[in-house]
């Protein structure tokens, strides 16, 4: 298993973990013997090992590491709290509908991702409330990768994604004028777009947003000779 983690506002770690056969712990440390320092946290033992650079633990039969320490100390509190990730309904939600047949399973918060790109960017993103936790099951075969993957929605709109809660997807037409060097399509489908822009207005209110949007509409109809309320009465899904 592999984690990204964001530990403070101009630094990023990864976390790693596996499970280890029952009874083999002292197994492992055996193999770091030769140059290893060990710590204890929460009655726990942390080793450093010089020569991965790196700090593991152990946690029942889960082994975890990383070259941050403090990351594999989070991991302790965790493992002892009675608190984690599956206490959070986006998350289980998602997690419950990955299949473990397939080769690779995701799963991504998209805004800790974006909130975690500001680490490698030298500019901040504009794109905070994009969507909570996806899940994204990948099958691998030697000339295409097939992914497919589900999403939970908030009760109320907090992200770009919960525009779309009971939305049904719609025949996608442009398929039939692409090209074959097409390298990249990106289809949003839904059935109601007065409710999609219903719910927008709702999401830019509740970030102050609103204004703003308000002040590139009417640079659009000023544009385009247009009323943009009547065109999306008029737009086809």
Do not use: C
């Not at 020569?51 to 975890?64: A, M």
């Amino acid at each position: 298993f592999i984690s990204f983690h964001k530990v403070s506002s101009n630094k990023a770690a990864t976390l790693f973990s596996a499970n280890i056969k029952s009874g083999s712990n002292n197994q492992v440390v055996d193999l770091l013997r030769t140059d290893i320092k060990s710590y204890i946290y929460d009655n726990q033992t942390i080793y450093f090992s010089n020569s991965f650079k790196s700090y593991f633990s152990i946690s029942e039969d889960v082994l975890f590491w990383s070259n941050n320490k403090m990351l594999v100390t989070d991991a302790i509190r965790t493992s002892k709290s009675n608190e984690n990730l599956f206490f959070n309904p986006l998350f289980s939600d998602s997690y419950n509908t990955i299949s473990n047949k397939l080769d690779i399973n995701l799963m991504i918060n998209y805004n800790n991702l974006l909130d975690l790109s500001n680490v490698f960017r030298n500019t901040q993103s504009k794109i905070s409330k994009f969507s909570e936790w996806i899940a994204t099951d990948l099958k691998l075969k030697d000339d295409v990768i097939i992914a497919s993957g589900l999403s939970s929605f908030e009760k109320s709109i907090n992200n770009f994604t919960d525009i779309f809660k009971n939305q049904k997807a719609q025949e996608l037409n442009i398929l039939d004028i692409l090209p074959e060097n097409t390298t990249q399509l990106l289809a949003i489908s839904f059935n109601n777009q007065k409710k999609i822009y219903q719910k927008k207005n709702k999401l830019l209110q509740k970030n102050n947003e609103f204004w703003s949007w308000e002040k590139n509409i009417k640079k659009i109809e000023k544009d385009f000779n247009l009323n943009y309320n009547d065109f999306i009465d008029e737009t086809d899904n």
